[in-house]
């Protein structure tokens, strides 16, 4: 079947580097960030979110960055690996019951 | 495990037979919902659930039903299902208990409509 890869942006990288994926968010009073994980063939994974009221936020080997002024989000990946090769999609949303809204996403493919 | 579960994962139908896609969550989260993935469309919300009894629209709710009869089920339903339905699909779950508005997906339907 047709892969929702298709018609994304695409970030090609050498296994161990460093990957910045980046996401504009639209609504300024969204005060919830994800970053999600989709691999071919399965649902998106939850891999790190962030409040509004931080800019930075550490995970194991990922980093997420808020920039509210300029409405802009990135996930850095450090020493990415094969295994990080995916569509990544930054999901915004406001506390609470909230629902919320993805961005079109990121294809990232790293070469061995 | 905690997990979300969609039935069937793939199917393929006619124009007009009526389907239902199932879906459960384990963790007893009080918020579902339905997605709908096309290429180059992204995720759009089809339905939406607060809890037991409470369902709403999301962006894309045309041609689909939802009913939310437990708290663990809530199956997707196509009355009369058209090839523009033809999708990926997923359910998800969540809980605002915990403070976060995470979503934990299930491994999506692949839905066919000839």
């Known amino acids: 079947g047709e892969s929702v890869g298709l018609h994304l942006p695409t970030l090609s990288v050498q296994e161990g580097d460093n990957s910045i994926i980046n996401c504009a968010y639209s609504?300024?009073?969204?005060?919830?960030f994800i970053w999600y994980k989709q691999e071919s063939g399965k649902g998106p994974q939850f891999i790190i979110d962030?409040?509004?009221?931080?800019d930075k936020r550490q995970g194991q080997r990922v980093t997420v960055l808020l920039n509210k002024t300029v409405k802009h989000l990135s996930l850095q990946i450090a020493a990415t690996q094969p295994g990080d090769s995916a569509v990544y999609f930054c999901?915004?949303?406001?506390?609470?019951?909230?629902?919320?809204?993805f961005g079109k996403g990121t294809m990232l493919l790293v070469s061995p | 495990e905690a997990q979300v579960t969609q039935n069937p994962r793939y199917l393929i139908t006619v124009t007009g037979k009526k389907l239902t896609v199932t879906c459960s969550q384990n963790?007893?989260?009080?918020?579902m919902s339905w997605y709908r993935q096309d290429p180059g469309l992204g995720l759009r919300q089809i339905y939406y659930?607060?809890?037991?009894?409470?369902?709403d629209k999301g962006d894309v709710p045309e041609g689909y039903k939802v009913s939310r009869k437990e708290k663990r089920n809530f199956p997707l339903i196509l009355e009369s299902p058209s090839p523009n339905q033809t999708s990926l699909y997923f359910c998800?779950?969540?809980?605002?208990?915990?403070?976060?508005?995470?979503?934990?997906f299930g491994p999506g339907t692949r839905l066919t409509v000839l």
């Open positions: 609504n300024s009073a969204s005060d919830y």
């Open positions: 963790m007893n989260h009080e918020y």
């Open positions: 962030i409040r509004s009221n931080m």
């Open positions: 999901a915004e949303g406001l506390g609470g019951y909230s629902t919320l809204t």
């Open positions: 998800a779950s969540s809980s605002p208990q915990y403070h976060t508005d995470t979503q934990y």
């Open positions: 659930s607060m809890n037991v009894e409470v369902t």
